[in-house]
């Protein structure tokens, strides 16, 4: 088991290390300067002696690779540099927007849960009902939506019917718990429809292959009420492929929310992403997608330790090897 988690540590090492290049490389050679957006643009930009002074600055004038490898250097010193937008450590613009992130990815994957592993049951108890057959077409309308539209959808109906717009200063958690989570139900809600969706459907379609074993006929056979047949007997069976997606998706929700975010004016990462984006802010970019690869192989690891929790099998087998 030692073996298989360091093996699983280096390859998320080495699958972060390739992220890390392509992201570079294509922030360097996508159009626009850097150099000039920093001057003011291209109408106030200063003379091209100028421009040099400003790219020798920021070390833009060196080829590609050996900016690649002292990035890498400074980020080995946990040093991610100094955004070119806001002129703060990259460190400290993400410490103040990764609470607010963070809290929707967590809101949205209680509601995946909550809603989505009883209606995945239900559906299979009671497959080919009316309530199987409208909870599949909402599956698919809610899969078929993207997030950012749902949630202009969202926003249009929360300003018609209860005049509420997105707020311009957003709570911290910390400061007043319970009108954060007012603020930050409605993106959560948008970027979360598409997880219930997902997880019902995965659920639905677990329950219906265990729901037919026979162990779950011998535990009828006994007696058992059907709720604990169902929830303890294949409910618990059916866990494992089930934490697999979970885990996916909730490393996939980071990503989801950078237009989400920008949609209800959210100063979370999503929000950093585009503004980096636009305005070529380099340091800031990388950083960010270094953080968002490293929560997605974080994820898949601990899912995969999951598995030896969760199934006695796969630790016999870890100890066999």
Request: proline share 5%; hydrophobic share 55%; with cysteine.
């Amino acid at each position: 088991m030692l073996r298989y988690g360091l093996f699983r540590l280096l390859s998320g090492l080495v699958t972060l290390l390739l992220v890390a290049a392509i992201v570079f490389v294509i922030a360097r050679i996508i159009p626009g300067d850097a150099a000039i957006i920093l001057s003011g643009g291209d109408s106030v930009a200063g003379s091209a002696e100028d421009l040099e002074l400003v790219r020798e600055r920021l070390g833009l004038n060196l080829p590609i690779p050996v900016q690649f490898f002292i990035w890498l250097g400074d980020v080995a010193a946990y040093d991610l540099g100094t955004s070119l937008r806001t002129g703060n450590p990259v460190m400290q613009d993400i410490a103040q927007r990764f609470p607010f992130t963070l809290q929707i990815v967590l809101m949205a994957m209680v509601i995946a849960v909550v809603l989505g592993v009883p209606a995945g049951v239900m559906a299979a108890r009671y497959v080919g009902s009316w309530g199987d057959r409208l909870l599949q077409t909402l599956c698919v309308l809610a899969l078929a939506a993207p997030s950012f539209w749902v949630g202009i959808l969202i926003i249009l109906a929360l300003v018609t019917v209860f005049n509420w717009s997105a707020p311009l200063f957003w709570e911290p958690f910390w400061s007043d718990p319970a009108a954060s989570i007012a603020q930050t139900i409605w993106p959560a809600l948008a970027v979360g429809l598409r997880q219930v969706s997902l997880i019902s459907r995965m659920t639905r379609s677990i329950m219906l292959d265990v729901l037919n074993e026979d162990y779950i006929r011998t535990a009828r056979s006994k007696g058992l009420s059907e709720a604990n047949v169902i929830f303890r007997h294949g409910l618990r069976n059916g866990l494992l492929p089930l934490v697999t997606l979970i885990g996916f998706e909730f490393a996939a929700l980071f990503g989801a929310l950078i237009v989400t975010e920008t949609v209800f004016n959210v100063p979370g990462l999503g929000q950093y992403v585009v503004t980096s984006i636009a305005n070529r802010d380099y340091p800031a970019l990388q950083a960010i997608v270094l953080i968002l690869a490293s929560i997605v192989v974080l994820g898949n690891i601990l899912v995969d330790f999951a598995y030896g929790w969760l199934d006695p099998r796969v630790r016999l087998a870890g100890r066999s090897k």
